[in-house]
Structure formats: structure tokens, C-alpha cells
Nanobody, 124 residues
């Protein structure tokens, strides 16, 4: 079984930054492509960012406009999301996800395992 644990969420003012981390245990980390999603109250879970198992392919949601950066450290079994220039509309629970075969990186059902989520709140 694979366990994913997110950390790094919190309350930040608009324009600030946060760095989320997700630590994976239970199986070989490099077996998995990794994604970040978020879900705001009353909304569907939406794609944020993706990194392939070796880090060679990285994709972002168009709406982020270059403010977020995903990275992975395979030696440490972690994937991170650096979030800059945060806006109130970035407020959501952020989830990391792992998948062995991910064709459409934006679809939550392409991923096999999920973390419990970490709350990010951006005040105006």
C-alpha cells in the first residue's frame, strides 16, 4: 500500500508564498507519476500540476499563469509545490496524488493514491 502525506499548508496574505510537500511511503517512489490537485468548497477537484516519474515531463494548469512550480526529489520520496504570488482564489484543500499510468494528467481518476489534503487559505 502507498501512503501520501501532505504538509506545508496554512494561512497567508495575498501576494505571499507557500511551499507544499508530499512524502510518499510504502512503495518505490519512482514507480509513480505525481500530481497536485486542489478543491475549493462547493467546487470540483481541479488539476494544478504534474511531474512524471523521472521529472522529465511537467505540466501546469493554464490558470496558474506561471505562479506555481512542481518538483520532485526521488532520493527523498517527496514532491513539492512552490506557490508564489498567491491569490484569494487559490484558497482550497490541496492534495497530492500518485499514479503508475497517467494518460490525462488533469483527470483525478487517472491517479491511484491520494493524500489526505492540506488546507491553503489566502486572505485578501
Amino acid at each position: 500500500q502507498v501512503q501520501l502525506v501532505e504538509s506545508g499548508g496554512g494561512l497567508v496574505q495575498a501576494g505571499g508564498s507557500l511551499r507544499l510537500s508530499c512524502t510518499v511511503s510504502g512503495r518505490t517512489f519512482t514507480n509513480y507519476h505525481m500530481g497536485w490537485f486542489r478543491q475549493a468548497p462547493g467546487k470540483e477537484r481541479e488539476f494544478v500540476a504534474f511531474v512524471s516519474w523521472k521529472g522529465g515531463n511537467i505540466y501546469y494548469a493554464d490558470s496558474l499563469q506561471g505562479r506555481f512550480t512542481i518538483s520532485r526529489a526521488n532520493a527523498a520520496n517527496t514532491v513539492s509545490l512552490q506557490m508564489n504570488s498567491l491569490k484569494p482564489e487559490d484558497t482550497a484543500v490541496y492534495y497530492c496524488a500518485a499514479g503508475t499510468i497517467v494518460v490525462d494528467t488533469t483527470r483525478p481518476d487517472e491517479y491511484d493514491y491520494w493524500g489526505q489534503g492540506t488546507q491553503v487559505t489566502v486572505s485578501s
